[in-house]
């Protein structure tokens, strides 16, 4: 619960300790009263829209958090997340955002990473492979030209047919 405002914390407190003590739904503005907050029922709303959003996100690309590893670079600029799984079979590339046509990662450039070992490139929680490309510029992964699902961030599982390769130096 480290990335939500203290507003959400609270909220999600609130509203778990109300269900279970009631074991009713709860309503926004029950929570208001009930909790005498200084805040509206629609901004209650609106902050538990975001939250059920954030957990939608998570069970589609939960895969690439949860019992993922860090690789050997964190991040690429301000959009790309790097995450591998435990066994260092696959790469998850995780984007804040989405790319109309295609994504190039240049951390995967063929001058720092040899990739003849990739097996797959797939979008978690959409159907089927996608093509994809490596050079010096950038491995480019072609993707729909709209997003299959609204997310705040899309995951790319990289399946190796062995060890996730080394990045060059």
Known sequence: MNDLTERQRILLTLVVRDYIETAEPVGSKTIVERYKLDMSPATVRNE???????GR?????GEAVFSTRGWEIASEGDGIRFTRNKENTVLYVTNLGWFNDELRIRTLSSSRIDLKTLASVSLLGAPGPLTYRQNAEGLTITVPPRAPYDS???????????QIPMLNQ
């Open 48 to 54: 538990m829209a975001m939250l059920t959003e954030m």
């Open 152 to 162: 705040p961030a899309y995951a790319f599982k990289l399946t190796f047919s062995g």
């Open 57 to 61: 996100c998570l069970d589609i690309i």
